[in-house]
């Protein structure tokens, strides 16, 4: 699908990073630059080839990527400012988000494409039915208001939680987050030097915001955070089955709270699956965060051969 006239796709460049996160701020979402620049140095991500911007006489208007999650899933998003929507933007963006997938997925075997939209946008939804996608899961971003002083509780009986050390404590967290994800849908398990490099490759990497749980000295749960521009961001979660329902993932949480309002910050937010099976959104509200947006995961069987 072609453009209206005086539009034109292009790659975006590093330099576009704030142009981008306004239009993400203008379409009422709780990211930023911080966010881009960890999407933009994911592995395997290249700004040239997997990314489109839409560009009106210098003016950025809408922005599309596609990236691998999965050895055979890919997963792409896209945007449009509110103010040139319904001018066919967004299925431009699509079309070259598929073209892009095709290239991506060549030789994989059962491919799968996800493409992520805000659940009260049906026109989006309208879109993504047209080209034989249907919605498969179903998102929330939670958040809590941090207010000052703020009341950490103390932990279970018997549970010690504590910040994490970089150079000893990383295999504990992946060991950790690893085993209580198992269950969960979409989950991948990843080598931990894999994990390890990506983590330490995001421009927000701040193991100091990390935590562990433990009983005895035995990691039992681990929590992994960032801080985008003035948002706290809890990145996982993860507390091993024998040990849920004993408040530790709670204890996790408001502990990770705390270290955020030593820094000044404000909001602390989290994404999490609104169907997780292990309780966590009900764990998330018990903690005192709100749903303030929703985004929904459609997907489609990815071969095009025929």
């Keep these: 699908m072609g453009l209206p006239a005086g539009y034109e796709l292009r790659a975006p460049g590093p330099e576009d990073v704030e142009a981008v996160a306004e239009i993400l701020a203008a379409d009422g979402m709780a990211l930023d630059a911080h966010f881009l620049r960890d999407e933009w140095s ?3 991500f290249e700004l040239a080839t997997d990314a489109w911007v839409v560009d009106r006489a210098g003016a950025i208007v809408g922005y599309g990527q596609v990236l691998r999650e999965e050895p055979t899933v890919l997963e792409a998003w896209g945007v ?3 103010e040139h929507r319904k001018r066919g933007l967004g299925s431009a963006l699509m079309d ?26 049906l026109a989006a939804a309208a879109m993504l039915l047209a080209r034989s996608m249907r919605p498969i899961r179903h998102f929330w971003h939670m958040q809590i208001d941090l207010v000052t002083p703020l009341q950490e509780g103390a932990p279970p009986d018997g549970i010690e939680i504590r910040p ?22 979409g989950h991948h398990s990843e080598p931990f030097e894999r994990w390890a490099e990506e983590q330490a490759g995001s421009p ?6 990390w935590l ?4 005895r000295g035995e990691p039992v ?3 992994t955070a960032n801080v985008w521009g003035d948002r706290g961001w809890v990145a996982e979660l993860g507390v091993l089955k024998p040990y849920r329902g004993r408040g530790v993932g709670v204890a996790l949480l408001r502990r990770s709270f705390g270290t955020f ?5 404000e909001q602390v937010l989290l994404n999490v699956d609104a169907e997780n099976p292990t309780g966590a959104t009900a764990l998330y509200e018990r903690a005192g965060m709100r749903v303030v947006n929703q985004w929904d995961l459609w997907e489609c069987p990815w071969d095009r051969s025929d």
């Design 212 to 215: 562990l749980a433990a009983e």
């Design 261 to 265: 309002a030593d820094r000044g910050l």
């Design 204 to 209: 927000s990497f701040d193991p100091t915001l």
């Design 221 to 223: 749960g681990a929590l």
């Design 164 to 185: 994490i050390e970089p150079d000893e404590d990383l295999p504990a967290v992946h060991r950790v987050l690893d085993e209580a994800f198992a269950e969960d849908w």
């Design 42 to 44: 994911r592995s395997g």
């Design 96 to 121: 070259r988000i598929e073209e892009r997938a095709s290239q991506l997925q060549a030789g994989t075997p059962s491919p799968r494409f996800r493409h992520a939209i805000k659940a009260d946008d």
């Design 80 to 82: 449009v400012h509110p």
